[in-house]
């Protein structure tokens, strides 16, 4: 069983509907993240999370630490939004300054106009 | 802003050949990752670096080498390429606090190995 889990794997959605990608993990973490990968492999952070949520734009990440989950919704998608999707934890520990991520499998998005 | 760079950005190499990958870190940030991503794979962890050392140490193979310079920039090193080496090779680079701090990540190397 993989440390970090993303559901659903592939989701297909018209433009204008409400998006959520789930991400549960086994493992104590220092910080969760949500990545955007484009087709062509450029990753960009969109979120760090360590409690609560954030909020930017049409994008709101949350999560909840005793639960060990995580959620990223997409208001109002949008064909642009299509990307690969991936949460990434940081496991807790370690050496001040090697926070390696470990990564889910991706949630591959795709909406459609 | 300037971002992580990386380069080259494509490379073909052939079976048994070494192979260079370079990373320059966002300035005045003092760790690099390094992630290997297969063709249809999530990413895997590689090697980083905090204050030109060594700080952690997954899931690379001992034919892979890699240091951080004394300017931050970072270099992996591949000798005895194979084919299952194709991959998108990525740089990220953070810098270290108390605090948790956000990984930037570079474009990526696509590495091809025929």
């Known amino acids: 069983k993989n440390e970090v889990e993303q559901s659903p794997q592939n989701l297909t959605a018209q433009e204008g509907e409400f998006i959520t990608i789930n991400c549960s993990y086994s493992?104590?973490?220092?910080?969760l993240h949500w990545l955007q990968q484009h087709p062509g492999g450029g990753i960009v952070s969109l979120f760090m999370?360590?409690?609560g949520k954030k909020k930017h734009g049409r994008l709101i990440a949350t999560i909840n630490i005793q639960e060990k989950h995580s959620s990223l919704h997409i208001t109002a998608s949008h064909p642009r939004d299509s990307a690969v999707y991936i949460c990434?934890?940081?496991?807790?520990?370690?050496?001040?300054?090697?926070?390696?991520?470990?990564f889910g499998q991706g949630t591959r998005l795709t909406i459609n106009p | 802003a300037a971002g992580v760079i990386q380069s080259p950005r494509h490379l073909i190499k052939e079976k048994r050949e070494t192979a260079t990958l370079k990373c320059y870190p966002i300035p005045r940030h003092d760790t690099v990752y390094w992630y290997q991503q297969g063709p249809g794979q999530d990413p895997q962890f590689l090697i980083s670096?905090?204050?030109?050392?060594?700080?952690d140490k997954g899931s690379i193979p001992d034919r892979f080498s890699a240091q951080q310079f004394s300017d931050y920039h970072s270099e992996l090193n591949m000798s005895s390429l194979e084919l299952g080496d194709s991959a998108l090779y990525f740089c990220?680079?953070?810098?270290?606090?108390?605090?948790?701090?956000?990984?930037?990540f570079g474009p990526g190397t696509r590495l091809l190995v025929l």
């Open positions: 493992v104590g973490i220092s910080a």
């Open positions: 990220a680079s953070s810098l270290a606090g108390i605090a948790q701090e956000t990984q930037y």
């Open positions: 999370l360590s409690s």
């Open positions: 990434a934890v940081q496991p807790g520990g370690g050496i001040q300054g090697a926070q390696k991520l470990v």
């Open positions: 670096f905090y204050e030109k050392m060594q700080s």
